[in-house]
Nanobody, 115 residues
Framework: QVQLVESGGGLVQPGGSLRLSCAAS????????MGWYRQAPGKQRELVAR???????YYADSVKGRFTISRDNAKNTVYLQMNSLKPEDTAVYYC?????????WGQGTQVTVSS
């Protein structure tokens, strides 16, 4: 089992920044994928960004150039730096850990972008 604990959500004005953190614990394998998904009200959960333990990174088109995902493999922690936030970024953000067909999810953290 893998446990994920997220932090860093909140309320921010358009154009502002937030940094999300997610610490993984439990049965962690060195080769894995960690990432962030989000779900806005009335919409399906969507992939925001993911980063393989080897370094490969993927971003959704909607966040390219504004969000940066990073990892500290020694701490089993993944971060999401979100800049130039827009109202459409408002959602619950979920941390994800994937290994060999198994998905684990954090509890979610609310990000609200509003003036």
């Amino acid at each position: 089992q893998v446990q994920l604990v997220e932090s860093g959500g909140g309320l921010v004005q358009p154009g502002g920044s937030l940094r999300l953190s997610c610490a993984a614990s439990g049965s962690i394998f060195s080769t894995n994928v960690m990432g962030w998904y989000r779900q806005a009200p009335g919409k399906q959960r969507e992939l925001v960004a993911r980063k393989w333990s080897g370094g490969t990174t993927y971003y959704a088109d909607s966040v390219k150039g504004r969000f940066t995902i990073s990892r500290d493999n020694a701490k089993n922690t993944v971060y999401l730096q979100m800049n130039s936030l827009k109202p459409e970024d408002t959602a619950v953000y979920y941390c994800n850990y994937y290994y060999m067909g198994s998905n684990y999810w954090g509890q979610g953290t609310q990000v609200t972008v509003s003036s």
